[in-house]
């Protein structure tokens, strides 16, 4: 079923508390979801407020879905970071273990 063309929206709103979740997260969220629509991202009283705005008008069922997206993504990019700022220290150590026996280093 196709919506009408009254039912249909141009961008969809979401706003993420920036004590819970970084900036940094929420920006690389939002370039996840590029191909759906480009995002706006502002700040307001301690939230970061995303504007979708669809390449061209969807459904009100659309915007809810690419929403629920944006919300998704961003808990996957906040996980991503924990993981990273977790391992960092394995990954620098097998990263110089790597290197230290490529032969691209002068013994000198």
């Known amino acids: 079923m196709q919506a009408e063309p009254s039912e249909l929206v ?16 929420i920006k690389r969220a939002g370039y996840r979801i590029t191909a759906k629509a480009s995002v ?9 407020v995303c504007v979708l705005h669809f390449t061209k008008p969807v459904s009100r069922e659309d ?3 690419a929403v629920e997206g944006l919300r998704l993504e ?3 990019q906040d ?3 924990v993981v990273a700022a977790e391992t960092a220290t394995l990954r620098n150590t097998i990263l110089a273990l790597a290197f230290s026996r490529s032969g691209l280093q002068s013994v000198d």
């Open 63 to 65: 915007a809810a879905k």
């Open 79 to 81: 996980l991503r970071s």
């Open 74 to 76: 961003v808990l996957d």
């Open 40 to 48: 706006n991202i502002s700040t307001e009283a301690g939230n970061a």
């Open 10 to 25: 141009a961008s969809a709103t979401e706003s993420f508390d920036l004590s819970v979740f970084s900036m940094d997260c």
